[in-house]
């Protein structure tokens, strides 16, 4: 264990997968036995160095403010240069760092709407879902709708979806999975796309009747590609 005192300072370098804030945005706290702290961010380096311990020795923690994390379920690169100086600036010590960071769950998607065009029992119509991605989405993004088992889908191939453009009949449907796939939908986005979406669907049929208690419903999930690896939200 090295020992640490005051003014001893830290430095660490954030995976690019990280969206930082600008340099003079940046906010560093203190969490356990760390009463005040000084920090620095330069590019992807923060600096910091503790000013008032609660402990003189012991575990210390805190925090950065302002960071947005990775949007999608996919390891970033391994934190870099991890070391350590004293006031004077010599070398104390240096991490060999293994250390990323994933997000174990996806977002939730709070924006959508399901509209029929019939609302008539066991009437074979057009449905429209509405939703706005709570992440953005690359332009090699792919959007899967998943039906649930109390609708049945009579046409397994015309389909309409619409970001910043429209595209037709861009979707796989595979019925044994009840999930339709639709990929190419942010072709015309230069990077990512991050708005309203609109599927439509023929086929559908409308349920004859639900117990109160069920609650299967219809599912939408975008991923990063068509390997549907990695899901967003």
Excluded: H
Excluded at 32 to 59: Q, S
Aim: net charge negative.
């Amino acid at each position: 264990m090295v020992p640490l005192e005051l003014k001893d300072r830290f430095f660490f370098e954030f995976p690019d997968q990280v969206t930082l804030p600008a340099s003079d945005e940046i906010e560093c706290e203190g969490v356990l036995n760390v009463n005040d702290l000084y920090c620095k961010l330069d590019g992807n380096v923060l600096t910091f160095y503790f000013e008032e311990l609660e402990v003189e020795t012991g575990d210390f923690k805190f925090q950065v403010n302002n960071v947005t994390t990775y949007y999608n379920t996919e390891a970033s690169d391994t934190f870099g240069s991890i070391y350590m100086t004293d006031k004077n600036k010599y070398s104390v010590l240096q991490v060999t760092s293994t250390i990323s960071l994933q997000n174990k769950y996806p977002a939730m998607i709070t924006q959508y709407s399901l509209k029929q065009d019939s609302y008539v029992q066991k009437v074979i119509n057009k449905y429209t879902f509405e939703f706005t991605p709570t992440n953005k989405i690359p332009n090699t993004g792919v959007v899967v709708l998943i039906w649930p088992q109390t609708v049945e889908l009579f046409d397994l191939e015309q389909c309409k979806i619409s970001a910043r453009n429209t595209y037709k009949d861009n979707c796989q449907v595979f019925a044994g999975k009840r999930t339709i796939v639709f990929e190419n939908a942010f072709q015309d986005v230069s990077t990512f796309y991050q708005g309203k979406i609109v599927i439509e669907k023929e086929g559908f049929e409308n349920i004859e009747f639900v117990e109160a208690e069920y609650t299967d419903g219809f599912v939408i999930q975008t991923y990063t590609d068509n390997s549907l690896d990695y899901i967003i939200d």
